[in-house]
Nanobody
Framework: QVQLLESGGGSVQAGGSLNLSCAIS????????MGWFRQVSGKKREGVAV???????TYADSVNGRFTISQDIAKNTLWLQIHNLKPEDTAMYYC???????????????????????WGQGTQVTVSS
């Protein structure tokens, strides 16, 4: 089965940077969507950034250019670079993978608002002011 393990979270000052990583295992080569999501206690999970095996990245409007998603295919790793962190970025960050076509929109891009198939345990990001 597909397994994902996030790392790289921590406590940082506002304006700082973090580089989150997600190690992915248990899947064979093929089409997929991968992404980062975050959730604050008591609130709905929010899509942050997604990317596909055959499509470029899609970002949530709320990140305003501060986040960059990338993938290292050779190392089976998904990355999220975050710059200029703000207190409102504080959340549990999850990586996820979907191997079905249900995560694709009409144009073949990965949807950012979709319940992905496989999830990691999350890594906490806490930003203080």
């Amino acid at each position: 089965q597909v397994q994902l393990l996030e790392s790289g979270g921590g406590s940082v000052q506002a304006g700082g940077s973090l580089n989150l990583s997600c190690a992915i295992s248990g899947y064979s080569d093929g089409s997929y969507c991968m992404g980062w999501f975050r959730q604050v206690s008591g609130k709905k999970r929010e899509g942050v950034a997604v990317i596909g095996s055959e499509s470029g990245p899609t970002y949530a409007d709320s990140v305003n250019g501060r986040f960059t998603i990338s993938q290292d295919i050779a190392k089976n790793t998904l990355w999220l670079q975050i710059h200029n962190l703000k207190p409102e970025d504080t959340a549990m960050y999850y990586c996820a993978v979907d191997l079905t076509r249900d995560s694709l929109d009409y144009y073949g891009d990965c949807e950012i608002q979709y319940e992905y198939q496989y999830w990691g345990q999350g890594t906490q990001v806490t930003v203080s002011s």
